[in-house]
């Protein structure tokens, strides 16, 4: 939604009454533009090479991470302090002989999915494994349209990763997205899917496939005219075989607790990793080996949530909950941290009242507004965010989850959670990612609007969570 300002102006002087407006645009000093510019220098600059998980810029953000909530008073939050370890794969070593796939006496050797075509990719989080046997194409894969019942029990599936344009139109009520296709193709009995596509335009990014989720098959990619036509016919003699040598990454999530002693808590999530050196990540297959100092994605969100800190603290009027400050790790590798987060959590978490997630937020002053999403996954959003007081930029309320981002892992396990976002923009997981690009006076303004939300929200103690993460599957 976006107002305005003759709106908001007649909005402010209906509710001035009601409501003291704390914290209207340039209500914060001088002193949070500093704060938040420091933040963003140590974050985003080369040192830190891009914080991948595992590396030791990425552990230098954590020791910063810990001793800005140590200063500002906040517990520990796990038993064994501020951190939570978990492993973020990489597919480190992907050896030739024990992966590929054979149809008849040709064989398609594992490569890095780049184009020329043909590629062969695999999924990183797919299981390993070695089958020989017949397949079955099953189209793009829509359950009821184009398989059914026990079709594919035992079966290696063959499926385009991609709908048809005449499909997309005519199938738009369904859960047409790539992780529910496949979800349904595996719960059908498929033993392995092989995705195929045709067209491989630049070839499928890593960073896309990265996205899917574990289904506990064996997953594959194919790519080029020629064996995409091969394996869309039935095979009677396919062999595949996947031998991921797995490596993990040791990727710490950050968690400081403010106990202002009240019955609910609400959590403020940013992830602080990002690409590193782009070997692993990068949208730019030019770009390996530079920093991709990753300063909107998401230095700006970690340095905003860092400010949230210090302001909820001087401020009695958001106290009306407790809140948990959470900087995850491992979001570029697919939402690792803040999915680990949420099913190891020290506490249940179906308590938190919400969480507000902070990602790119360093761009306001190419938007033409403050983005928020997921709005729908409550009821009482709308109400929160109508009329936000500030008349120097629009608030544009998505319903939608945007399931790429750290709040779709709460929305999943049944928390209400919206993302504050300005963006996305040609330096979007390149090595361009840059500070000199951040709208620092931007940055202030996020940190306002999300002092405002929260403490709109309290209004609500208990909110209506509607899952939106089921109703959205099909939007990829
Ligand atoms: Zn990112």
């Known amino acids: ?65 810990i001793r800005n909530f140590q200063d500002a008073g906040l517990r520990p939050f796990f038993p064994g302090g501020f951190t939570q370890q978990f492993a973020a794969p990489r597919p480190a070593h992907l050896p030739k002989h024990g992966n590929w796939i054979r149809v008849k006496s040709d064989t398609l050797y594992v ?39 026990q079709d594919l029990m035992g079966q290696i599936v063959t499926m385009d990763w991609e709908l048809t344009a005449k499909d997309k139109k005519k199938y738009a009520g369904y859960y047409t997205g790539l992780s529910t296709r496949m979800e349904n193709a595996q719960k059908a009995g498929a033993k392995a899917i092989i995705l195929l596509d045709r067209k491989n335009k630049k070839g499928i990014t890593q960073m896309m496939i990265r996205r899917q989720r574990d289904l506990g098959i064996p997953v594959a990619l194919v790519s080029g005219k020629k064996w995409v036509r091969k394996l869309r016919r039935a095979q009677k003699d396919l062999g595949f075989s996947m031998a991921i040598q797995e490596r993990g990454a040791e990727a710490y999530n950050v968690a400081g607790f403010l106990d ?9 999530g940013a992830h602080y990793d990002h690409v590193g ?32 800190v210090r302001q909820i603290k001087q401020h009695p009027e958001v106290q009306g909950r407790n809140v948990l400050f959470v900087a995850f790790s491992a979001e570029e590798d697919g939402l690792l941290g803040s999915k680990y987060f949420v099913e190891n959590c020290p506490v249940p978490v179906h308590d938190f ?27 009482e959003w709308n109400s929160i965010l109508r009329g936000m007081p500030c008349d120097q930029f629009g608030i544009e309320e998505i319903p939608a989850l945007f399931p790429r981002s750290d709040h779709a892992s709460f929305v999943r396990a049944g928390i209400p959670a919206i993302m ?57």
């Open 1 to 65: 939604m976006r107002m305005k300002r003759s709106l908001i102006f007649v909005f402010l002087i209906a509710f001035s009454g009601l409501s003291a407006q704390v914290f209207k645009c340039n209500s914060l000093s001088g002193e949070a533009r500093e704060n938040l510019k420091r933040d963003m220098e140590f974050l985003a600059s080369d040192d830190l090479e891009g914080r991948l998980p595992g590396t030791e810029g990425a552990n230098e953000a954590i020791a910063y991470l």
């Open 111 to 149: 490569n890095d999915g780049k184009a020329p075509a043909p590629a062969f990719v695999l999924l990183p989080y797919s299981k390993t494994g070695a089958f020989e046997g017949s397949s079955v194409y099953v189209n793009a894969g829509i359950e009821g349209v184009h398989f059914s019942g």
């Open 260 to 268: 202002n002693g009240m019955p609910t808590t609400m959590v403020i």
């Open 277 to 308: 050196l782009g070997k692993w990540g990068s949208d730019d297959p030019n770009a390996e080996g530079q920093v991709h100092n990753g300063a909107d994605d998401n230095a700006s969100g970690t340095a905003v949530l860092l400010e949230l």
């Open 353 to 379: 009242a919400y969480m507000l997630n902070i990602d790119m937020v360093g761009r306001l002053n190419r938007a033409d507004s403050l983005m928020i999403y997921a709005t729908e996954s409550a009821t």
């Open 420 to 476: 504050l976002h300005t963006g996305l923009h040609e330096d979007y997981h390149g090595p361009t990612d840059d500070l000199d690009k951040i709208d620092m006076d931007g940055l202030v303004k996020v940190t306002e609007a999300a002092l405002e939300i929260i403490r709109r929200a309290e209004a609500y103690p208990r909110m209506t969570f509607v899952d939106i993460a089921a109703k959205n599957a099909r939007v990829q």
